[in-house]
């Protein structure tokens, strides 16, 4: 079983730069896709980026945002530049035990809390 914990969130202006972060619990880290996942209030989750044995991003971010992952920290990143106040959104960690990357959140068996980001116009 693997514990997600996310960080990094904040609040920000329009235009600037946060990096997520996310540690796994659990010495199989390496064998697991990971997704980031972002809900804002009064909407549906969507898929953001993923990461595996390859990486994937939600059209709309692409260019903006970058994912990475260090298995030797057990940590998953989200590095996002020239943000927008629709980004605001409780950003969620997510992992998979595949390095098949989906973006479908039913697919992912382990959940974080959630960062908040907050985007100022």
């Known amino acids: 079983q693997v514990q997600l914990v996310e960080s990094g969130g904040g609040l920000v202006q329009a235009g600037g730069s946060l990096r997520l972060s996310c540690a796994a619990s659990?010495?199989?880290?390496?064998?697991?896709?990971m997704g980031w996942f972002r809900q804002a209030p009064g909407k549906e989750r969507e898929f953001v980026a993923g990461?595996?044995?390859?990486?994937a991003y939600a059209d709309s971010l692409k260019g903006r945002f970058t994912i990475s992952r260090d298995n030797a920290k057990n940590t998953v990143y989200l590095q996002m530049n020239s943000l927008k106040p629709e980004d605001t959104a409780l950003y969620y960690c997510?992992?998979?035990?595949?390095?098949?990357?989906?973006?479908?959140?039913?697919?992912?068996?382990?959940w974080g809390q959630g960062t908040r980001v907050t985007v100022s116009s």
């Open positions: 997510a992992a998979r035990p595949s390095l098949v990357v989906v973006r479908s959140s039913s697919q992912y068996r382990n």
């Open positions: 659990g010495n199989t880290f390496s064998n697991y896709a």
């Open positions: 990461i595996g044995g390859y990486t």
